[in-house]
Nanobody
Framework: QVQLVESGGGLVQAGGSLKLSCAAS????????MSWARQAPGKRLEWVSG????????AYADFVKGRFTISRDNAKNTLYLQMNNLVPEDTALYYC????????????RGQGTQVSVSS
């Protein structure tokens, strides 16, 4: 069965950086598009970034474009999200999913990793 384990979250000051990781198992990672989404308290899940199976064509939501970078290591079955110049509005629980794009919480099956940005 699909298992996705996010890690790398934490508390950081505005302007700081974090790198999230997502360890994947239970499916053929190298053949699957992947994405990150996030959910802030009291808000709906929102898609953040997606990447194709071969690592090409990374796509980003406008609110993270130029600050976040998605990447993957197919040899390690791991997805990454480098987050720079963080702002308090980035505070959320971050999830990875084996889809290219979705705003459906059911598509993101991990427990998430908490990112908190202080002003």
């Amino acid at each position: 069965q699909v298992q996705l384990v996010e890690s790398g979250g934490g508390l950081v000051q505005a302007g700081g950086s974090l790198k999230l990781s997502c360890a994947a198992s239970g499916f053929t990672f190298k053949n699957s598009a992947m994405s990150w989404a996030r959910q802030a308290p009291g808000k709906r899940l929102e898609w953040v970034s997606g990447i194709l199976a071969d690592g090409s064509n990374p796509a980003y939501a406008d609110f993270v474009k130029g600050r976040f970078t998605i990447s993957r290591d197919n040899a390690k079955n791991t997805l990454y999200l480098q987050m720079n110049n963080l702002v308090p509005e980035d505070t959320a629980l971050y999830y990875c999913g084996n889809v290219l794009y979705s705003n459906n919480r059911d598509e993101y099956r991990g427990q998430g990793t908490q990112v908190s940005v202080s002003s």
